[in-house]
């Protein structure tokens, strides 16, 4: 059977070049693959300067960095982590390539759309990158860009300003390209509500790309404008106000976050019916709980700026709002704890990472009701307990989410299996990494250590070297995690197209899939997540007539 | 082509919806766009209204600085131009191809008129020093150098989507010539219609908001 390995359609036509083939490409399939691969290769990046600052934090007082390559250090990390990777994430990889192939659709409504955002991602990365031999250094302004320090400081900003900008237009084209294929293209018969709950997240996260992302670009375009030109509309020496830049800059940057974690909830709920062999419980909850977490999301930034100057009510108000969005969260996690209620569970790999990822958020979801609380945050903010907060919300909940999913939709995209051992020992190290790494930090953000210093008390010590370890196995888990998948590219056992016996429509077609998916389209009019005695409800002929 | 039909159970035909051309989702898709471009000015004007309010008396004084007859003017060939746009696409679905490319010309024509003035209004205002990082308006009061930021800014980034605006013209003319767009098939020329539309509509209210306050 050839898949789209073999053949694929060109924006130019048809090229003999196999590497013109691949970035040319306008298969979905294609294009999720190119950003997965310059996307990894940029989080493992980051994942060294990350580790690189633990170290340098292993002992207090400076060990082998200056306080100003510690501050461009994290700056990297951020930037490279935020922008570079998890915000494109999971959209611009398993949801391109599984989007089209759950809602029945040979392609996104708009191919050569896509193929421009990947560019323009790439440009993006170039951009960001090329301040990192040029200029005096890359930005040390944080990943947030606040200003006036980011107007005042000789470090080169421009770069990472412009390509946070660039990057936000590939963000904004692909959520549009994701909003018009859902609204346009689903199988005849699919409705709304008989969608995967992945391709909720997914829906949820677009109109978020879609209606925050020019904010920030707009406003980091300001920030460049000051620069180069002076404009200074958040310059306080012209009468601008940086109070208004954090505003507007967390109008998108907090419904960001819930643009990180949305399509990682939809990758729980493709896993856990899958492996408890039943339907999900509560369906409709968890696909109207993705819309309000969007929609409350949009409304909560202001719990960024407790601590810098707003009035009393607004604060009050912020805080409100921010407890309101813990609670379709909440619903969503006892929907899948209901899921497992009287399931068949199989703890196979992407199984472990989920049932983990579930663990850890619901503790960076509590923290983060904890920040959310007036009086505490003053205490907190600017803490490692917040540090922590989203790292257990974006590591412990998205990435593992994220690694859950390349997991189980592994056998589709390479047609091989991985080795289940060896993927359930990286799911371990990582997971007591993680939380070796990342628990300590609470109780010192708690005890008051601030974040962002390339230093600290000596009072501190025990808890920054038991992080310091956990840094090094979650390293090591990383590292199994890509070993595994390397091995079962080599030799692993063919997979077939359905190796986990799940429901959805991409397990119906071959792996991997030909190119245009679907030979015919089928006729959708039932559930998405249906067994009958562990086996998946609906089957169909090689017609895509239902059989079953 | 032939319709693509998927067959349910009882073998009743369902169409499935081409995307290679798919009119709705493509007018959709736009109209999303168009909405980010909404988000994107409407940052703005949120920046100007918290300007205006903390400094009205300034703002409106610094308004009477601005040309007000050349922005009228303005105002005026910019309703024309997307007058004839729509005019455009409405001879094209007619079937009237010659009279739609000269309705096309003449709005990249009257485009170009709007640059030129707008150009010769900001040399105006440049040649009183009256640009961000000027000497001579960082002296001025806060408000005003607030309110030449945002007029720079605000009326800089209109006039690059005029720019985008006569390039899509140009494209426009060019899949006239390449059969692209014909009668039966003027999804593009709506959707740029579309956005001719946008572009005047934000410059409907940049004009009181700017040149009309002092008055």
């Not at chain 1, 209620?341 to 790999?349: C, E, R």
């Not at chain 2, 440049?126 to 009326?155: E, N, Q, R, S």
């Given at each position: 059977?050839?898949?789209?390995?073999?053949?694929?359609?060109?924006?130019?036509?048809?090229?003999?070049?196999?590497?013109?083939?691949?970035?040319?490409?306008?298969?979905?399939?294609?294009?999720?693959?190119?950003?997965?691969?310059?996307?990894?290769?940029?989080?493992?990046?980051?994942?060294?300067?990350?580790?690189?600052?633990?170290?340098?934090?292993?002992?207090?007082?400076?060990?082998?960095?200056?306080?100003?390559?510690?501050?461009?250090?994290?700056?990297?990390?951020?930037?490279?982590?935020?922008?570079?990777?998890?915000?494109?994430?999971?959209?611009?990889?398993?949801?391109?390539?599984?989007?089209?192939?759950?809602?029945?659709?040979?392609?996104?409504?708009?191919?050569?759309?896509?193929?421009?955002?990947?560019?323009?991602?790439?440009?993006?990365?170039?951009?960001?990158?090329?301040?990192?031999?040029?200029?005096?250094?890359?930005?040390?302004?944080?990943?947030?860009?606040?200003?006036?320090?980011?107007?005042?400081?000789?470090?080169?900003?421009?770069?990472?300003?412009?390509?946070?900008?660039?990057?936000?237009?590939?963000?904004?084209?692909?959520?549009?390209?994701?909003?018009?294929?859902?609204?346009?293209?689903?199988?005849?018969?699919?409705?709304?509500?008989?969608?995967?709950?992945?391709?909720?997240?997914?829906?949820?996260?677009?109109?978020?790309?879609?209606?925050?992302?020019?904010?920030?670009?707009?406003?980091?375009?300001?920030?460049?404008?000051?620069?180069?030109?002076?404009?200074g509309i958040f310059d306080p020496t012209k009468g601008g106000d940086p109070i208004l830049y954090e505003h507007l800059f967390w109008i998108y940057s907090h419904p960001a976050v819930y643009l990180m974690i949305l399509p990682a909830f939809g990758i729980v709920s493709e896993v856990l019916p899958t492996f408890t062999r039943r339907t999900i419980f509560g369906y409709h909850s968890i696909a109207i709980s993705s819309a309000s977490i969007a929609?409350?999301?949009?409304?909560?930034?202001?719990?960024?700026?407790?601590?810098?100057?707003?009035?009393?009510?607004?604060?009050?108000?912020?805080?409100?709002?921010?407890?309101?969005?813990?609670?379709?969260?909440?619903?969503?996690?006892?929907?899948?704890?209901?899921?497992?209620?009287?399931?068949?569970?199989?703890?196979?790999?992407?199984?472990?990472?989920?049932?983990?990822?579930?663990?850890?958020?619901?503790?960076?979801?509590?923290?983060?009701?904890?920040?959310?609380?007036?009086?505490?945050?003053?205490?907190?903010?600017?803490?490692?307990?917040?540090?922590?907060?989203?790292?257990?919300?974006?590591?412990?909940?998205?990435?593992?989410?994220?690694?859950?999913?390349?997991?189980?939709?592994?056998?589709?995209?390479?047609?091989?299996?991985?080795?289940?051992?060896?993927?359930?020992?990286?799911?371990?190290?990582?997971?007591?990494?993680?939380?070796?790494?990342?628990?300590?930090?609470?109780?010192?953000?708690?005890?008051?250590?601030?974040?962002?210093?390339?230093?600290?008390?000596?009072?501190?010590?025990?808890?920054?070297?038991?992080?310091?370890?956990?840094?090094?196995?979650?390293?090591?888990?990383?590292?199994?995690?890509?070993?595994?998948?390397?091995?079962?590219?080599?030799?692993?056992?063919?997979?077939?197209?359905?190796?986990?016996?799940?429901?959805?429509?991409?397990?119906?077609?071959?792996?991997?899939?030909?190119?245009?998916?679907?030979?015919?389209?089928?006729?959708?009019?039932?559930?998405?997540?249906?067994?009958?005695?562990?086996?998946?409800?609906?089957?169909?002929?090689?017609?895509?007539?239902?059989?079953? | 082509?032939?319709?693509?039909?998927?067959?349910?159970?009882?073998?009743?035909?369902?169409?499935?919806?081409?995307?290679?051309?798919?009119?709705?989702?493509?007018?959709?898709?736009?109209?999303?766009?168009?909405?980010?471009?909404?988000?994107?000015?409407?940052?703005?004007?949120?920046?100007?209204?918290?300007?205006?309010?903390?400094?009205?008396?300034?703002?409106?004084?610094?308004?009477?600085?601005?040309?007000v007859w050349l922005g009228g003017f303005n105002t005026v060939i910019l309703l024309l131009s997307t007058y004839t746009m729509g005019l455009a696409t409405l001879m094209m679905r007619r079937k009237n191809v010659r009279s739609s490319v000269l309705l096309v010309k003449i709005t990249a024509a009257t485009a170009a008129l709007f640059l030129a003035i707008k150009g010769l209004e900001w040399g105006i205002e440049i040649h009183h020093g009256l640009?961000?990082?000027?000497?001579?308006?960082?002296?001025?009061?806060?408000?005003?150098?607030?309110?030449?930021?945002?007029?720079?800014?605000?009326?800089?980034?209109?006039?690059?989507?005029?720019?985008?605006?006569?390039?899509?013209?140009?494209?426009?003319?060019?899949?006239?010539?390449?059969?692209?767009?014909?009668?039966?098939?003027?999804?593009?020329?709506?959707?740029?219609?579309?956005?001719?539309?946008?572009?005047?509509?934000?410059?409907?209210?940049?004009?009181?908001?700017?040149?009309?306050?002092?008055?």
């Amino acid at each position: 059977m050839t898949s789209f390995y073999h053949e694929t359609a060109t924006v130019f036509g048809t090229h003999k070049n196999p590497i013109l083939q691949w970035i040319f490409s306008i298969d979905h399939k294609r294009i999720a693959l190119l950003y997965m691969g310059v996307m990894f290769t940029l989080f493992f990046l980051a994942i060294g300067a990350a580790l690189t600052m633990r170290s340098e934090l292993f002992f207090p007082g400076a060990q082998f960095l200056e306080p100003k390559t510690y501050n461009q250090l994290f700056t990297f990390h951020g930037v490279t982590m935020i922008f570079l990777f998890i915000v494109p994430g999971i959209p611009a990889t398993l949801g391109n390539f599984v989007l089209p192939l759950q809602l029945g659709a040979r392609d996104l409504s708009f191919p050569r759309l896509n193929l421009l955002s990947w560019w323009l991602y790439v440009l993006g990365v170039v951009t960001g990158l090329s301040s990192l031999v040029t200029g005096h250094g890359f930005a040390d302004t944080g990943w947030t860009f606040y200003a006036p320090y980011s107007i005042r400081t000789d470090a080169h900003v421009l770069p990472t300003l412009s390509a946070a900008f660039i990057l936000g237009l590939s963000s904004i084209l692909t959520g549009l390209n994701f909003v018009v294929t859902i609204h346009r293209l689903r199988a005849p018969g699919m409705t709304f509500f008989k969608m995967p709950l992945f391709v909720w997240g997914l829906y949820a996260t677009a109109w978020i790309q879609v209606l925050a992302t020019p904010v920030v670009g707009i406003t980091l375009l300001l920030v460049i404008l000051e620069r180069t030109l002076g404009v200074g509309i958040f310059d306080p020496t012209k009468g601008g106000d940086p109070i208004l830049y954090e505003h507007l800059f967390w109008i998108y940057s907090h419904p960001a976050v819930y643009l990180m974690i949305l399509p990682a909830f939809g990758i729980v709920s493709e896993v856990l019916p899958t492996f408890t062999r039943r339907t999900i419980f509560g369906y409709h909850s968890i696909a109207i709980s993705s819309a309000s977490i969007a929609g409350i999301g949009y409304l909560v930034w202001g719990h960024h700026m407790f601590a810098s100057g707003m009035s009393d009510t607004a604060r009050v108000i912020f805080s409100f709002l921010t407890f309101l969005v813990a609670i379709p969260t909440g619903v969503k996690i006892f929907d899948w704890v209901a899921t497992l209620y009287k399931g068949s569970i199989v703890l196979a790999t992407p199984m472990l990472w989920i049932l983990g990822s579930i663990i850890n958020f619901t503790i960076g979801g509590l923290t983060g009701v904890t920040l959310g609380a007036l009086g505490a945050d003053i205490h907190l903010h600017d803490t490692y307990f917040v540090v922590a907060h989203f790292h257990y919300t974006i590591l412990g909940g998205t990435i593992f989410m994220f690694i859950g999913g390349l997991y189980y939709w592994y056998p589709k995209i390479t047609g091989k299996l991985y080795d289940e051992a060896l993927g359930r020992t990286a799911f371990g190290v990582m997971f007591i990494g993680f939380n070796t790494l990342w628990f300590p930090m609470f109780i010192a953000g708690y005890l008051g250590n601030p974040r962002r210093y390339f230093d600290y008390l000596p009072t501190f010590t025990p808890l920054h070297q038991i992080a310091g370890i956990g840094a090094l196995l979650v390293a090591v888990g990383l590292f199994l995690v890509v070993y595994n998948f390397y091995r079962g590219l080599k030799d692993g056992r063919e997979a077939g197209p359905n190796p986990w016996r799940a429901t959805t429509l991409e397990w119906h077609i071959p792996s991997p899939p030909p190119l245009e998916n679907f030979s015919k389209i089928p006729y959708v009019d039932f559930d998405p997540y249906e067994y009958e005695n562990g086996e998946p409800a609906v089957q169909f002929d090689e017609n895509f007539r239902r059989i079953r | 082509m032939q319709q693509e039909m998927a067959y349910d159970v009882q073998g009743t035909p369902h169409p499935v919806t081409d995307y290679h051309d798919d009119y709705g989702g493509e007018k959709f898709g736009f109209w999303i766009f168009l909405l980010t471009e909404a988000m994107l000015f409407g940052a703005l004007f949120l920046l100007f209204a918290i300007y205006f309010y903390r400094h009205t008396d300034t703002f409106a004084e610094a308004s009477g600085d601005l040309k007000v007859w050349l922005g009228g003017f303005n105002t005026v060939i910019l309703l024309l131009s997307t007058y004839t746009m729509g005019l455009a696409t409405l001879m094209m679905r007619r079937k009237n191809v010659r009279s739609s490319v000269l309705l096309v010309k003449i709005t990249a024509a009257t485009a170009a008129l709007f640059l030129a003035i707008k150009g010769l209004e900001w040399g105006i205002e440049i040649h009183h020093g009256l640009y961000p990082g000027a000497g001579v308006l960082d002296a001025l009061d806060k408000g005003k150098i607030l309110f030449f930021g945002l007029y720079f800014v605000m009326t800089g980034l209109h006039g690059l989507h005029v720019i985008a605006g006569i390039a899509l013209m140009v494209w426009v003319l060019l899949l006239i010539r390449s059969g692209g767009i014909r009668p039966e098939h003027t999804i593009v020329m709506k959707n740029v219609t579309l956005y001719w539309d946008f572009v005047h509509l934000v410059w409907i209210v940049l004009f009181p908001i700017f040149y009309m306050i002092g008055v």
